[in-house]
């Protein structure tokens, strides 16, 4: 349990889900840990939860001025960043011929430039040998109704990482993303509501593994890209989705 032992890791949206269950990992594994998202009382209930070496800083991933206050304080506290999980994302289902510009600007505001300018703010701070890390999703490789705008930010995060692959592989710098599968995350119940049941139902059937993710796994994958047993691996994508788009 020490694979990330003395590392500072950032992770974005990390008071729920998938960020909330890496931050528990990386702190288990000795990281000290920057979450940051949107709601301060979610936060708050974040820091209790995980109890210890673990800092919230309430930032909107879209407003460029909090990205420059959350790494002014993790430059102020600890000086550098071993570790980014850019993982904070917007999915708003909406069929293409009813996409609006709003719609539309909010899903790349946050998927795409709210990552792409995280990454940019972080690299000064990132130290040779550092990991970055995106949420990306297995929805990039497919078509599916309403999920243009989604997994068209998706998309681009998978391309993202093999551009700084080819930016900064010689500093030692790694850069990867993990697509989950569905995930069983409050993000995911809130999306379905009263029909979580019966999307996730559904979902089943079409995952080989018969199951959906825990936001443990993608935690689990998370660690080892983040640590030296993923020493020699960068611009991939890791898909942990029960075999979904393999098949
Ligand atoms: P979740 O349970 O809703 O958690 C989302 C987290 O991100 C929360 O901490 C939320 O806090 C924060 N957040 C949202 N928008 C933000 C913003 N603009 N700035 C900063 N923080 C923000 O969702 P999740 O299911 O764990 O999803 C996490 C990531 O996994 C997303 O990128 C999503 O696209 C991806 N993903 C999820 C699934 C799935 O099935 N669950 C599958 C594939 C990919 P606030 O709301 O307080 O800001």
Redesign the pocket.
């Known amino acids: 349990m020490n694979a990330l032992q003395g590392k500072v890791a950032v992770i ?9 269950a890496t931050a528990k990992r990386f702190v288990e594994e000795g990281a000290d840990v920057f979450i ?4 301060k009382d ?2 708050d209930k974040a820091v209790v939860e995980v109890g210890k070496n673990i800092t919230a800083i309430q ?4 407003d460029l001025a909090d990205l420059d206050r959350l790494f002014e304080t993790v430059a102020k506290n600890k000086g550098r960043i071993d570790i980014l999980f850019a ?5 708003e289902p909406m069929l293409t011929q009813v996409a609006t510009p709003e719609h539309f600007d909010r899903t790349f505001g ?2 795409v430039r ?1 990552v792409f300018f995280t990454v940019e703010k972080a690299l000064r701070l990132i130290r040779d040998g550092g990991s970055i890390i995106l ?5 990039w490789q497919k078509g599916i109704p309403g999920y243009a705008t ?1 997994s068209g930010t ?1 998309a681009a995060l998978r391309s993202f990482v093999r551009t700084w692959t080819a930016e900064y592989a010689s500093k030692g710098i790694r850069a990867n993303v993990i ?5 069983e ?4 119940q ?1 999306l379905f509501g009263e029909n979580a049941e019966s999307a996730k139902q559904q979902f089943k059937t079409r995952i080989p593994m018969r199951r959906l ?1 825990r ?1 443990e796994d993608i935690a689990a994958a998370a660690v080892f890209l983040a640590s030296e047993e993923s020493s020699f691996i960068t611009g991939i994508d890791l898909p942990v989705d029960g075999g979904t788009v393999a098949v």
């Open positions: 974005t949206g990390g008071s729920s889900g998938i960020g909330l940051t998202g949107r709601r979610e936060l930032a909107d991933v879209s993982n904070a994302g917007l999915l946050t998927n709210g949420t990306c999703s297995s929805t989604y998706k697509s989950p599968g569905p995930i995350t409050p993000g995911l809130e993710g936001p």
